[in-house]
């Protein structure tokens, strides 16, 4: 069912992946970014019918005709794989980037060696006044997954929003603040140009075993956390496509951080 969902260029790139695991995620994600974004048409557009492109960047996003009346405010996607869980974020209107890691993520290097490589002074600062390896890691990877929203939700990646160039700050008050370094060669380097401080975001804990962070653009909408529920309007949906679909915001499922 998931495979006559997908495009003919899909099916190849999915059999073209190395083993059956990785070609059987690969059909799901596919699967999985058709049936949502069908959701949010109600069921207007058939989740056969959606067309993609690709930014510069690399970045998916829906080929929309001109003359398309099916849906009256754009849609925007993005999407995250873990080995165990892929995570499709949608919203209506607005750029998102969204990313998933599992809180026992094994790191190749040394925390510390990884934040100075990758992190800004005042990120391995953070880090590095966390006596305890465990909570330290944990950070890590909170400050890593936020990272990836954002340059996700930038429509640029890594390579085109390198993660050394803006710094992520965890509060003390659960807010999350996001500084951008000054630019300091402003003739020859171009990465700064797409950065701002102008996004908000949420991370949460999954089933007590990934982190999730997601990022839209700030439209100035007050976000309500003090009870327990996910800013931004958010709603998180426990989904295998035509088999379950049940909200689980608000769940022991669910956690929010910040």
Known sequence: MYMDLLSPSERKTALSMNGEKLQKGAVLSRALV?????????CKVDPRSFEFKKNKFGKPEILWQSDDSRMEWPLHFNISHTTSLIACGITIDTPIGIDIEEKKRKTMKN??????????PSEV?????????????KEFIKLWTLKEAY??????????APFNKFSIILAA???????????????SDSSYDCLSENWQFSLAELNSSHYMAVCVEDDL???????????????????????EDTLVSGTEAVKLIS
Do not use: E
């Not at 058709?34 to 109600?42: A, K, P, Q, V």
């Not at 659960?174 to 300091?184: C, G, H, L, M, Y």
């Not at 007050?222 to 295998?240: A, E, I, M, Q, Y």
């Open 173 to 187: 008050n659960n807010r999350i603040q996001i500084s951008v370094a000054p630019k300091v060669f402003k003739d």
């Open 34 to 42: 058709r049936t949502t974004l069908s959701r949010y048409t109600d």
């Open 221 to 243: 909408r007050s976000s309500d956390s003090g009870n327990g529920r996910l800013p931004l309007g958010l709603k998180v949906w426990k989904t295998v496509p035509f088999l």
């Open 125 to 137: 600062d953070y880090l590095t006044k966390i006596p305890d390896p465990d909570a330290q890691q």
């Open 151 to 160: 340059v996700k939700a930038l429509g640029r990646g890594f390579s085109g």
């Open 111 to 120: 925390i510390l060696s990884l934040a100075h490589r990758y992190f800004t």
